[in-house]
């Protein structure tokens, strides 16, 4: 795009953007809304109130909708090694879980049942 075309739309989005300026500053309601601005202004600091403490007395949440101070988060039990010794081999397996290949592998060959007979600790 070359550098006039680029200057006469910024030059027309201003154009647009004054003429936007204009119709708001002759509105009563936004001559309103800054002439309470201007008094809520004038009385905060007259009283020595911030913003967030006028919000509070005007709109004060239930104590149930108040963040409460963050919850003790409970950390689990770790986890129990547990040993399979498989009696014919002596192989021996020692895992938190039972997602071990050669405990599921086991588990399809023997049995659950079986297994877990195997279980020392």
């Known amino acids: 795009m070359s550098k006039l075309a680029e200057f006469r739309r ?3 989005a201003l154009k647009e953007q004054l003429a936007l300026l204009e119709k708001l500053q002759g509105d009563s309601g936004l001559q309103r809304e800054m002439e309470f ?6 009385l905060m600091g007259e009283h020595g109130m911030d913003l967030a403490k006028v919000v509070a007395i005007l709109n004060p949440q239930p104590a149930e909708l108040e963040p409460a101070a963050p919850a003790v988060v409970k950390q689990r039990r770790a986890r129990q090694v547990k040993l399979y010794v498989q009696p014919v081999t002596g192989k021996r397996i020692e895992t938190k879980s039972a997602n071990h290949a050669l405990l599921k592998a086991w588990k399809a060959e023997f049995g659950a049942d079986v297994v877990e007979g195997w279980r020392q600790a």
């Open 37 to 42: 601005e201007d008094k809520l202004k004038a």
């Open 10 to 12: 910024a030059e027309q």
